[in-house]
């Protein structure tokens, strides 16, 4: 399974962005898409997670009710809308997939990654 990712870019404070992600290879085992990202001197964290067959979302709380992730299955891709970004939402965001049957924000638990879009939110 191959991920890329895109549509990262610079923003103000109060804007949006839409990264995606697509998915090419053995996608039919994959269960779970989930999005990470990692700030400069930072680990990588959780952000949200979409299951691929039932479409249940997963939201870190640090993004809950200002990000969605949404996915078209015809074209392999998930989206990650960021609305009403701030300045702490700055880092390289990678999409991610896993072939587990459960949702989880444990980075260990994700088979293939992409290789990472950057996302700057100016002040």
């Known amino acids: 399974v191959q991920l890329q990712a895109s549509g990262g870019g610079l923003v103000q404070a109060g804007g949006s962005l839409r990264l995606s992600c697509a998915a090419s290879g053995r996608t039919f085992n994959i269960n779970i898409m989930g999005w990470f990202r990692q700030a400069p001197g930072k680990e990588r964290e959780f952000v949200g997670a979409?299951?691929?067959?039932?479409?249940?979302?997963f939201y870190a709380d640090s993004v809950k009710g200002r990000f969605t992730i949404s996915g078209d299955n015809a074209k392999n891709t998930v989206y990650l809308q960021m609305n009403s970004l701030i300045p702490e939402d700055t880092a390289v965001y990678y999409c991610?997939?896993?072939?587990?049957?459960?949702?989880?924000?444990?980075?260990?638990?994700?088979?293939?990654w992409g290789q990472g879009t950057l996302v700057t939110v100016s002040s």
């Open positions: 979409l299951t691929w067959r039932t479409r249940s979302t």
């Open positions: 991610a997939a896993t072939l587990r049957a459960l949702y989880s924000a444990n980075p260990n638990h994700y088979n293939y």
